[in-house]
């Protein structure tokens, strides 16, 4: 009886272990195409971004110099970086059938236009860009940021 309680135990526990980790490495889109040099960056390396490339929570996307990059977030979401920019996902959560929704951003420099998905839709107050200046609070809506 015990072998068997040990047994189930450590079943649950591996269940449970990669449910968490499928929930944290689930993508949040991909970029979708890149002109001339974009790097993504997260606390483990950074690297020459290519289109279809996943992009992750956590992730910074940078651009140089007469380049750009266009991402497409999971929610539909679309974002296109100008030259010299540099966006960070915060977080990104994308469940609608569980009312699990989120969509944080920080826009650190740069020009960014933004064609808001399906989070902006369901639940906008869960939508934020954040600048060193401001927050914006995101209604739904097409719309280009610079922050210089």
Sequence with gaps: MKSA???LFCISLLLSCSLFAHAQFDSAGIIKTVSGDAFITNSKSTIKA???MKIMVGDS???EAKSS???IFEDDTVVALGPNSQMTIDSFLFNPANKELSFIT???HGTFSFI????AKL???KVSLETPDATLGVRGTKFLVKVD
């Design 61 to 63: 996307i940078r651009t």
């Design 5 to 7: 309680c040990t047994v």
């Design 116 to 119: 808001t998905g399906q989070i």
């Design 69 to 71: 990059a266009g991402l």
């Design 50 to 52: 290519v289109a279809n």
């Design 106 to 108: 920080r826009l650190l």
């Design 123 to 125: 639940a906008p107050d």
